[in-house]
């Protein structure tokens, strides 16, 4: 079964530097996909960016990027110029490509990370 | 924009008391799932459905059984609570296909907490 690991359970940041938050995930499969999602204080998840294993460029989205490295099975998530909008928990998850169990998450533990204005 | 509603935001319930929490999708997404979420543990799948009347256990279905009766709602039954089923409970859905560009759709969740 794949696990998802995020060892940084908070994390702290001044407004406008950049902070990377951590995620490593264990698998066995050569192709998956990855996400990170935001969980603000109002609790509905909303997806920050997506990266497809099989694809070697690191996705971005805006100010949001990911550092994937396949062979490492790590995946971090990098916030530049963070904003106080950013407070938020942050979820590493993982989605196997095939079959009926292709449809669930499995996520990591989260991270919250707070922004010091 | 797709919308994804649970019945209840904040739910106190007694020990061995039977709970429904109900989850309703908008857009006639195949597959909806419900996650619980404790702090230090992150999101844990305990069921999910891929279809009308089908379902499927995830990571920790112990003490919970689902109900879909209907495509959009997806309802989550504690037969006899219990303290340590108390948690935030999130619904999500989406559609069926190989991955590539699904999305998933949550609900604000519901604080469930039993005493």
């Known amino acids: 079964a794949q696990t998802v690991t995020q060892s940084q359970p908070e994390m702290s940041v001044q407004e406008a530097e950049t902070v990377t938050l951590s995620c490593t995930y264990d698998t066995s499969e050569s192709d998956y996909y990855l996400f990170w999602y935001k969980q603000p204080p109002s609790r509905q998840m909303i997806l920050v960016i997506r990266?497809?294993?099989?694809?070697?460029q690191n996705a971005t989205e805006n100010r949001f990027s990911v550092n994937f490295q396949k062979a490492a099975k790590s995946f971090s998530l990098k916030i530049s110029d963070s904003q106080l909008g950013d407070a938020a928990m942050y979820f590493c998850?993982?989605?196997?490509?095939?079959?009926?169990?292709?449809?669930?998450?499995?996520f990591g533990q989260g991270t919250r990370l707070t922004i010091n204005p | 924009d797709v919308k994804v509603t649970q019945s209840s935001r904040y739910l106190v319930k007694r020990t061995g008391e039977k709970v429904f929490l109900e989850c309703v999708q908008d857009m006639d997404h195949e597959n909806m799932f419900w996650y619980r979420q404790d702090p230090g543990l992150g999101l844990r799948l305990i069921y999910f459905s891929y279809d009308v009347k089908m379902k499927e256990k995830g990571d920790i279905p112990e003490g919970y059984s689902v109900s879909r009766e209907k495509k959009e709602r997806f309802s989550l039954i504690l037969e006899s609570a219990s303290t340590n089923q108390t948690s935030m409970y999130l619904c999500?859905?989406?559609?069926f296909g190989t991955g590539r560009n699904e999305k998933l759709f949550f609900g604000s969740g519901t604080q469930l907490s039993v005493l």
């Open positions: 998850a993982y989605r196997s490509p095939l079959g009926q169990g292709a449809q669930k998450l499995v």
């Open positions: 999500a859905s989406s559609l």
């Open positions: 990266q497809e294993a099989y694809k070697q």
